[in-house]
Nanobody, 126 residues
Framework: QVQLVESGGGLVQAGDSLRLSCAASGRTFSVYAMGWFRQAPGKERDVVAAISRSGNTYYADSVKGRFTISRDNAKNTVYLQMNSLKPEDTAVYYC????????????????????WGQGTQVTVSS
C-alpha cells in the first residue's frame, strides 16, 4: 500500500501563487507515475498534471504555462507550483500515484492511478 498526503492548499487572490506538496509513504518503491487532479463543485474530476518517474510531464491545456509539476524521488514527494491563479482554478486538488508501468510512462487518466490522497482545497478569489 501507498499513502499520499497533500498539503499547501489555501485561500488566495487571483494572480497569486501556491505550491502544493504530496508526500508518499509505504511501498513507495513501487510508485511510477504521479499526478495531480482537481474537482470543482458539481464537476467531474479532471487531470491537472502528471509526471513519470523519469521526469516526463503532461499538463492540461488550462494550466499550461502557469503550473509546474515536479518530483523528488529521494523524498518521495511530488509538487505542483501554481502561478497566476484564476478563480476557475478553485477546486479540491488530489494527488495520485500509479504503481504499474515504467520509469518513462505517465497517463492523464485518473482510472489508471491506484492510490489517492485525501485532497486539499484551493480557493482563488477574484
Amino acid at each position: 500500500q501507498v499513502q499520499l498526503v497533500e498539503s499547501g492548499g489555501g485561500l488566495v487572490q487571483a494572480g497569486d501563487s501556491l505550491r502544493l506538496s504530496c508526500a508518499a509513504s509505504g511501498r513507495t518503491f513501487s510508485v511510477y507515475a504521479m499526478g495531480w487532479f482537481r474537482q470543482a463543485p458539481g464537476k467531474e474530476r479532471d487531470v491537472v498534471a502528471a509526471i513519470s518517474r523519469s521526469g516526463n510531464t503532461y499538463y492540461a491545456d488550462s494550466v499550461k504555462g502557469r503550473f509546474t509539476i515536479s518530483r523528488d524521488n529521494a523524498k518521495n514527494t511530488v509538487y505542483l507550483q501554481m502561478n497566476s491563479l484564476k478563480p476557475e482554478d478553485t477546486a479540491v486538488y488530489y494527488c495520485a500515484a500509479d504503481d504499474f508501468g515504467s520509469s518513462w510512462y505517465l497517463s492523464p487518466r485518473g482510472s489508471e492511478y491506484d492510490y489517492w490522497g485525501q485532497g486539499t482545497q484551493v480557493t482563488v478569489s477574484s
